[in-house]
């Protein structure tokens, strides 16, 4: 550590502002605390203090797996005092324990070269190993139950982390020390603001929410809204080529977030990219519900969105025809706008379907089924029915928790323990760009896809007065999951290959959810899977797939050109019986959460 540290004058200055700070951010929390109490809220709603009630009563029943866990405990604990005391006389000795390569918590060299700090790591490495192997010792109860407990147990975990604490975190003491206290001073402020921008709850910014502006730094490929209802807005995009392919390209993004995660900036736009590509693409925007839209359902979001898309299409550009792509919740919803069309005997509307990350069997729905329980649904619907919606924190929230460390834990160390200011990034902009769900929509969502699984049973939900179908799919399909995807879970999207009667090519490409998708080929980043072949299985597809690097976008293009029909002039927008009602990105991408 420097020796070039601050007087005590300075330490003490610091401190007294510390302190100044530390009062208004109580005084802050428990205003906005007291002002936030909701419906639904008081008690344990969610159950977990009884799951871990009924575990622990269940462990305690049975004395030799209490005997097996504290031997456990003893035993890997004495093995890391002897190996410490090895390393203290001098000896090289092999960690008991190390991190994951993936681990960015214990990244300064501290972590492994000071012995204190090595201790302290190790030690919690154990603890949480030994914590949530536990979880799984008991083989008697509900399997949800125990997803629930291990899941809180690993949000536990990964908040009593030693990065997390400024005296045991050595990157914190070093700043500390080296600016008098100076880090911890900006980390309350920075705290401070976050508390006055949060509704009641602490959301701790990822990023310099000034740094961007939609329309100006993002979501800027040019283009007009050119039709909407009370759900949407459907943008049209001016060609950048002299000739266009002939069947236009409608996109579905998810409605739990904004469209313009496919159209950041210029250089990751996956909108601009396959403009430039010539194609005509359409874009769906979804509206940010307030309670007037409360009671909105399923099928309006049918109706109102894809369906209403489609006609408005042929209005532009002629064409009964188009290639359709949905992302995650948008491909689940035009899975079903597939099977309805093939009901009322319009399915060659669609000429090709592209699912990027979609889910349509529910089953085996990854961590997010830990929040599908009845407690927990009944919780969530008694807060929804004041409003008439989820508010958008609440989204955000559960998919931060699911990547805790990443999302939560690292820009609580970055913002209030070391007082530096979040890294402007587009991505992480975007994700705290959250939107609401209308009450009646999402109880139904949740409820009949990841509570009961429903779509995956031939006419188990009906959509507008149709029985939904998806086996009876019949038409090309591109599948695209990635490999790191906690929401939509890889080895659960690859049971639609085994649904769908058409020809499908199935990708998986690398990185997660989001940045396994927004991954343009100018990056040169990343790699995928592609297999000649859908297999029985997704482990027997993976063994036969074949490795491919850089972006899956080029793969993407090469499939969906030869249903994209003969070149043709390009067709500029707002030259049509469909008039521009404003420029892209329109009005409802910009209404806050």
């Known amino acids: 550590m420097s020796e070039n540290h601050p007087d005590a004058a300075t330490f003490a200055a610091n401190f007294a502002k510390i302190a100044e700070q530390s009062q208004l951010i109580i005084q802050e929390f428990l205003t906005r605390n007291t002002q936030s109490q909701s419906v639904g809220t008081t008690g344990d709603p969610l159950h977990i203090g009884s799951a871990f009630a009924e575990w622990f009563a269940r462990i305690m029943s049975d004395p030799q797996k209490v005997a097996e866990l504290q031997m456990e405990w003893w035993q890997e604990n004495m093995e890391l005092w002897q190996a410490t005391a090895q390393k203290f006389m001098g000896e090289k000795t092999e960690p008991v324990i190390k991190p994951d390569s993936k681990d960015r918590r214990f990244k300064d060299t501290a972590w492994q070269e000071s012995l204190i700090f090595d201790f302290i790591k190790q030690s919690y490495l154990l603890s949480a ?28 975990v990964d908040a009593m982390a030693p990065s997390n604490f400024l005296f045991t975190n050595p990157e914190v003491l070093k700043a500390t020390l080296d600016s008098g206290g100076e880090n911890i001073v900006r980390g309350l402020k920075n705290m401070l603001e976050d508390l006055e921008h949060s509704k009641g709850a602490l959301r701790v910014s990822m990023t310099d929410n000034e740094a961007f502006e939609v329309g100006k730094n993002l979501a800027i490929t040019k283009g007009k809204v050119i039709f909407q209802t009370d759900l949407m807005q459907l943008i049209q995009y001016e060609p950048l080529t002299e000739k266009v392919h002939k069947t236009p390209m409608l996109i579905v993004p998810p409605w739990i977030n904004k469209y313009y995660i496919l159209d950041l900036q210029p250089e990751n736009s996956m909108v601009r990219w396959l403009v430039s590509k010539g194609y005509t693409v359409f874009v769906i925007s979804w509206v940010n519900p307030d309670k007037k839209l409360g009671s909105k359902s399923f099928d309006d979001y049918l109706l109102e969105g894809p369906l209403a898309a489609l006609d408005a299409i042929e209005k532009v550009t002629g064409e009964k025809e188009i290639n359709a792509t949905g992302y995650c919740l948008g491909g689940t919803l035009m899975a079903i706008a597939l099977s309805y069309l093939k009901t009322k005997k319009q399915e060659k509307r669609i000429k090709s379907i592209t699912y990027l990350t979609t889910m349509i069997d529910f089953k085996e729905a990854g961590e997010l089924s830990v929040f599908i329980d009845e407690e927990q649904l009944r919780s969530l619907e008694a807060r929804m029915s004041d409003k008439g919606y989820l508010d958008g924190d609440d989204m955000a929230g559960t998919f931060n928790m699911l990547r805790a460390n990443d999302l939560i834990w690292s820009f609580v160390v970055n913002n209030y323990l070391l007082g ?27 409820r009949n896809m990841y509570q009961k699984n429903l ?29 790191e995807d906690h929401i939509a879970p890889w080895k659960s999207t690859y049971a639609a290959t085994q649904i769908y009667k058409g020809h499908v090519r199935f990708v998986l490409a690398a990185s997660g959810h989001i940045a396994g998708v927004v991954n343009p080929p100018v990056k040169n980043k990343y790699n995928y899977w592609v297999g000649e072949a859908v297999e029985a299985t997704p482990e027997e597809w993976f063994e036969k797939s074949k490795e491919v690097p850089g972006s899956w976008w080029t793969d993407w293009e090469k499939w969906l050109a030869p249903f994209s029909g003969a070149k043709i002039p390009a067709r500029k927008v707002g030259k049509s019986k469909l008039k521009p009602i404003e420029d892209a990105p329109g009005s409802f991408v910009k209404v806050k959460g």
Do not use: C
């Open 129 to 156: 190993r030994w914590m949530q192997q536990g979880v799984h010792k008991i083989d008697e109860m509900d399997p949800q139950t125990i997803r629930k407990i291990d899941f809180y147990t690993r949000q536990f």
């Open 420 to 446: 530096k200011d979040p890294f402007p990034f587009d991505l992480l902009y975007w994700n705290g760009d959250s939107t609401r769900m209308p009450a009646v929509m999402h109880s139904f969502y949740l």
């Open 455 to 483: 779509l995956r049973k031939p006419g188990g939900i009906t959509i507008a007065g149709v029985p939904i179908h998806l086996e009876k799919l019949n038409l090309p399909t591109y599948m695209l999951s990635t490999r």
